[in-house]
């Protein structure tokens, strides 16, 4: 499949310099101890994202600015994301954002958690002086992020299974590999030990309890994404058949799906499953290389990939808040088979 990323760039780039400039709406989902905690603002609570209708969001609405900076922008466009984000991420604002997330240890698991630490592997892998700069800046929200994951998997029995924001196996997946990127042992190893722990002995998903109405990942492609990233090569595939056994081109599990209700922000979600599947079943297809399943997730991947893209551009701000990050990783997962 071509790559498209170099059409859409710009495009994309308009989309996140909006983002970023619209203070409101924003769900803070903040709670309060008091009068005073209750009156705080959005931007005093978290100065470096603090827009994109919602803090997770906001974060991957960086880590899509960053990814974009690499892409060849035009110069007048690529200065005004680079000073948005510069004014954003520096380690004044940050250490805000590390306090409260030490201060809130369950706020944001695990997906903002996964967010925030995959937009510091993409600044401190760029070639660029500058984004590695925001990259050093975030290296303590690396830490405590890290922590928080270590505490979360030690006291923590059970995964969330279905098919939003709290999923253990999508948040936990991209942390992984953000923390491999970023040489970070200790985070690293906290979500191995917890991805085996929790999802190795699974078999036999239920094809039919996928999907929900306001899903936006899949919550068995989610799970087999990790275990690629945790299994030997030679154990995953046995792994992959024996948990989603009969896997057919028409499962549910890889369906497109089509929203009704565009002004129904829960509804959109599922422009985001077909994204986040498309990105899944182009790495899953890639590690399942020669093998039935291998061709039936490929064959899969373009009507998920084409239905996702379809919504990115939109005037409806429930989904233009955050589709284009997804679109991104799917786009990207096809081009150049990424790890994440």
């Not at 859409?8 to 409101?24: G, K, Q, S, T, W």
């Not at 209750?38 to 978290?46: G, I, N, S």
């Not at 985001?272 to 290389?289: E, F, I, M, P, W």
Request: hydrophobic residues 45%; charged residues 20%; proline residues 4%.
């Amino acid at each position: 499949m071509s790559d498209r990323r170099a059409a859409l760039a710009p495009v994309y780039a308009e989309i996140v310099l909006d983002n970023l400039a619209r203070d409101y709406p924003y769900a803070a989902h903040h709670v309060a101890f008091d009068g005073a905690d209750a009156a705080r603002t959005p931007k005093e609570l978290h100065p470096s994202f603090a827009t994109s209708f919602d803090w997770h969001s906001c974060v991957h609405m960086h880590w899509l600015g960053v990814s974009l900076l690499g892409y060849g922008l035009e110069p007048e466009r690529a200065a005004r994301l680079r000073a948005v984000l510069d004014a954003n991420l520096t380690e004044s604002a940050l250490a805000v954002e590390v306090d409260y997330l030490r201060s809130h240890p369950g706020w944001e698991r695990p997906y903002g958690w996964a967010w925030l630490v995959r937009l510091a592997s993409a600044c401190a892998a760029s070639d660029d002086a500058q984004v590695r700069g925001w990259g050093c800046s975030l290296r303590p929200a690396v830490d405590a992020v890290a922590d928080l994951v270590t505490g979360w998997a030690r006291t923590t029995e059970w995964p969330v299974r279905h098919g939003v924001h709290t999923n253990t196996a999508f948040g936990l997946g991209m942390l992984l590999t953000a923390f491999r990127r970023l040489d970070h042992t200790a985070g690293a190893d906290a979500c191995a030990t917890a991805a085996v722990r929790w999802f190795a002995s699974d078999r036999s998903w239920d094809h039919g309890a996928e999907r929900s109405g306001q899903d936006f990942l899949s919550a068995s492609l989610s799970e087999a994404d990790l275990l690629r990233r945790v299994l030997p090569q030679e154990e995953f595939g046995p792994w992959f058949r024996g948990f989603l056994p009969d896997l057919q081109a028409d499962s549910l599990v890889l369906a497109p799906a089509s929203v009704v209700d565009e002004t129904d922000g829960y509804q959109v979600h599922l422009h985001g499953l077909n994204l986040s599947r498309a990105a899944q079943t182009t790495r899953l297809a890639d590690a399942l290389t020669g093998t039935a399943e291998g061709t039936v997730l490929a064959l899969a991947h373009p009507a998920l990939l084409q239905a996702g893209l379809a919504a990115v551009v939109t005037r409806e701000y429930l989904s233009s808040h955050w589709l284009a990050s997804f679109a991104w990783d799917a786009l990207t997962a096809s081009a150049e088979r990424r790890e994440y």
